[in-house]
């Protein structure tokens, strides 16, 4: 599953990064090694001082309506895989 309830009013989603892309955009589904299920994003971003990640920041807050503040990287600063 690649997103489950943190609280009343908040998701977890389960990411898989690729950072160089022509464009932004979701590719479709990833199953890793252990088993998780991960939304795979490409992202026109390179992975240089944390542009990426405020890249994938960035498009969850757009995809989901919600202000960017209002969206965190909980695990994966440093790592493709990523859950925000």
Do not use: C, H, Y
Not at 4 to 13: F, K, M, Q, T, V
Not at 45 to 69: C, H, L, M, Q
């Amino acid at each position: 599953m690649i997103t489950r309830a943190e609280g009343p009013n908040s998701i977890l989603i389960d990411q898989r990064v690729q950072p160089g892309a022509a464009n932004t955009r979701v590719v479709g589904f990833e199953t890793d090694t252990m088993g998780i299920t991960r939304l795979k994003l490409q992202i026109s971003a390179r992975p240089v001082d944390g542009v990426a990640n405020t890249t994938v920041i960035a498009w969850v807050a757009k995809s989901f309506g919600v202000p960017k503040r209002d969206v965190a990287l909980i695990r994966g600063q440093k790592s493709r895989s990523k859950t925000v």
